[in-house]
């Protein structure tokens, strides 16, 4: 998968991508010749989808260390545990990055804020939050990094905490 500011492209669709384009996207990509595609549009963000424990998740993870300019970020879908999204950005693109300009943006102080995360590379933002917020299935990374563990995203996990957090009277 290869993405721009507005949309996505594949060479085809699999069930991999439909599963990622349903379940978290939320929106269908554009299947597009990459070749082509490439030579005319600026990528934001690249994504390889594997299935964990076939031979095609370390092929993948051998082919993402031949890319020296680029920051490669695995990360398990909460709906199907079993597949690894890769995603490729610019080493310079972090989470780090996003979250401090984010706050300077906002003119907001990092424990101002309450984040949510279930991946490894949530980490960041969750240890820098005010709040750190893990997902009942997220990555035990992420789960040490976090305040404060809620339900599943299933199970409306985000609902929960705030209502924890944040009780009406």
């Known amino acids: 998968e290869l993405y721009t500011g507005e949309e996505y492209f594949v060479d085809q669709e699999t069930d991999l991508i439909r599963a990622h384009a349903e379940h978290y996207l939320k929106v269908p990509p554009?299947?597009?010749d990459l070749d082509k595609l490439s030579k005319k549009e600026r990528f934001l963000k690249a994504v390889i989808s594997t299935v964990r424990g076939e031979n095609t998740e370390k092929v993948t993870a051998d082919f993402c260390k031949d890319l020296a300019a680029s920051s490669v970020t695995p990360a398990c879908g909460a709906v199907h545990p079993n597949v690894v999204f890769y995603n490729i950005t610019s080493r310079w693109a972090s989470r780090r990055r996003a979250f401090e300009g984010l706050l300077e943006y906002y003119e907001l102080q990092a424990d101002e804020i309450m984040s949510f995360g279930d991946a490894p590379a949530d980490e960041t933002f969750l240890k820098m939050s005010g709040i750190g917020i893990a997902m009942d299935n997220a990555d035990p990374v992420a789960k040490?990094?976090?305040?404060?563990?809620?339900?599943?995203?299933?199970?409306d996990g985000i609902a929960q905490a705030l209502r924890i957090l944040y009780p009406l009277s």
């Open 144 to 155: 040490e990094a976090a305040n404060f563990i809620t339900k599943s995203v299933e199970e």
């Open 30 to 32: 554009q299947v597009f």
